[in-house]
C-alpha cells in the first residue's frame, strides 16, 4: 500500500529532508543532524511537520456523550477554546490510543476535534461511527486528517515567533485572546500568512511553543512564515523522551504491549466519576494499583539503552523491557523508559538494561528526565 504523504512532501524533498515511514505515512525524520534540530528546539525555536496525527471533528446535540463515553477524562469539563488529554480504552481498560481533545472555539461549526496519533485516524473514526449507531446518539463524526496539515512551532522563543508571525499579518482580529497571552492547554482561532489555523498552546517536546492545525492548501505558507530550525521525527523523539511523553505503539501498543492508564503513568487522564468504556475495569486496578509501572531511567555506565533491550535486577533476571530510549542530547547522559514490577520503581532503585546482551548498570528514576 502507497504510503500516505503530507502536503509538503515536495517541499521537505526539496530542502533535503530524510524521511522514514511512520504510521503508514512518509513524514521527515531529519533536515539536517538531530543534535541540530535538538538543540534548536531547547534553545531557541524549531518547527516541525507533524501533519501525520489525525484530525477528526464530532458535532451534533449528542458530541459530548459519544466523546465522553469513549475517552477516559471528563470531556465536560472543558470550555470552548480549552484542550484535554485522555486516553482510549477498551473494555478492558487497555490502552487503544491516547490523544488530545478540543473543545472548539464557537466561531467554529464543528463542536470537537480531536487528534488520534499517526495511523490510528481510520480505526477511531470507525470506532466512533460504529458506538455512535450502537447507542443511538446524534452526532456527526468527520474525519479531516487528509483536509488538515498541522505544524508545532516549540522552544523557547517559539510563542513570540508564531504571535509575530501572526500579528504581522493583522490576522488576529477574531481570536479570543492574543497568541502570546493564550494559556497552556487553551486553543483560540488565528492567522498567519492570510490562512486561518487554530493554534494550541500545547506540544510533545517539554517545551513552550503551539500547534496549529491549517487547511491542507495553506501549509507552504504557513510553513514558510516561520523562519526558525526545521525539525523531523529523529529530534521530535529525542525531545518528547526527555520531557517523558509516552509515545503510542512504542511505549504501549494494545496488541504487543497491552498496558492500562495507571501502569503508563497517565492516571491523571482519567476520570472515575465518568462512564466509559473501560470504566469499570480500570476502577479495579485504581484502588490496589498496577503491579507494573512505566518508569525513568538512567544508565550509569556506556551504553545507549534501545526499544526492546532487556531490564534486569541486580541477578540478572529479567523484569522489564525497555520501550524508549537515547543518549540524551541535552544530558549527554543514557536515559530511557520501560514496565518494572513495582517493588522496582521507585527512583533511585538499581537495576541493569542488557545492551547488545552486556548487562550496563542503571537506576530508576522519576521522569520527565528534563525540567523546564
Not at 10 to 39: C, K, L, N, Y
Not at 53 to 71: F, K, N, Q
Not at 172 to 194: I, K, N, Q, W, Y
Not at 308 to 334: K, N, Q, W
Request: glycine share 8%; with cysteine.
Amino acid at each position: 500500500m502507497a504510503l500516505r504523504e503530507p502536503p509538503l512532501a515536495a517541499a521537505h524533498d526539496a530542502r533535503g529532508a530524510q524521511t522514514t515511514e511512520f504510521g503508514g505515512w512518509a513524514m521527515p525524520v531529519e533536515f539536517d543532524s538531530i543534535r541540530t534540530e535538538h538543540e534548536s528546539v531547547r534553545e531557541s525555536a524549531g518547527k516541525f511537520d507533524v501533519s501525520h496525527m489525525g484530525e477528526i471533528e464530532v458535532s451534533g446535540p449528542d458530541a459530548a456523550e459519544l466523546l465522553g463515553r469513549l475517552t477516559t477524562n471528563d470531556v465536560s469539563a472543558p470550555d470552548p477554546g480549552n484542550a484535554q488529554y485522555a486516553m482510549i480504552t477498551d473494555t478492558e481498560g487497555t490502552i487503544l490510543d491516547d490523544t488530545v481533545i478540543y473543545r472548539l472555539p464557537e466561531t467554529h461549526d464543528a463542536d470537537f476535534l480531536f487528534v488520534p496519533n499517526a495511523g490510528h485516524d481510520e480505526e477511531m473514526e470507525d470506532r466512533w461511527t460504529t458506538h455512535r449507531d450502537e447507542w443511538e446518539l446524534d452526532a456527526t463524526v468527520d474525519n479531516r486528517t487528509e483536509e488538515y496539515a498541522m505544524f508545532a512551532v516549540q522552544g523557547p522563543d517559539a510563542v513570540e515567533l508564531v504571535a509575530s508571525a501572526a500579528d504581522d499579518a493583522n490576522a488576529t482580529a477574531d481570536a479570543d485572546e492574543p497568541l502570546a497571552d493564550l494559556g497552556r492547554f487553551s486553543a483560540t482561532d488565528a492567522t498567519v500568512a492570510d490562512v486561518d489555523c487554530l493554534a494550541a498552546r500545547t506540544g510533545y517536546t517539554g517545551e513552550d511553543g503551539l500547534e496549529l492545525i491549517v487547511p491542507w492548501d495553506g501549509a507552504e505558507a504557513v510553513w514558510e512564515a516561520f523562519d526558525c530550525q526545521p525539525c523531523g521525527l529523529g529530534a521530535r523523539d529525542t525531545l518528547r523522551i526527555e520531557a517523558g511523553f509516552l509515545l503510542s505503539g512504542q511505549d504501549f501498543h494494545h496488541e504487543e504491549n497491552p498496558r492500562n492508564p495507571f501502569e503508563a503513568d497517565v492516571g491523571f487522564a482519567v476520570d472515575l466519576d465518568t462512564e466509559f468504556v473501560g470504566r469499570d475495569a480500570l476502577a479495579q486496578v485504581a484502588e490496589p494499583g498496577p503491579d507494573e509501572r512505566f518508569v525513568g531511567f538512567e544508565l550509569e555506565t556506556r551504553g545507549v539503552p534501545r526499544h526492546g533491550y532487556d531490564i534486569t535486577d541486580s541477578e540478572g533476571t529479567t523484569i522489564g523491557t525497555v520501550t524508549s530510549g537515547t543518549m540524551s542530547p541535552t544530558l549527554s547522559t543514557p536515559v530511557g523508559m520501560g514496565y518494572v514490577p513495582t517493588e522496582y520503581a521507585e527512583p533511585g532503585t538499581a537495576v541493569s538494561v542488557r545492551v547488545r546482551g552486556e548487562p550496563k548498570e542503571a537506576r530508576t528514576r522519576a521522569l520527565p528526565f528534563l525540567e523546564r
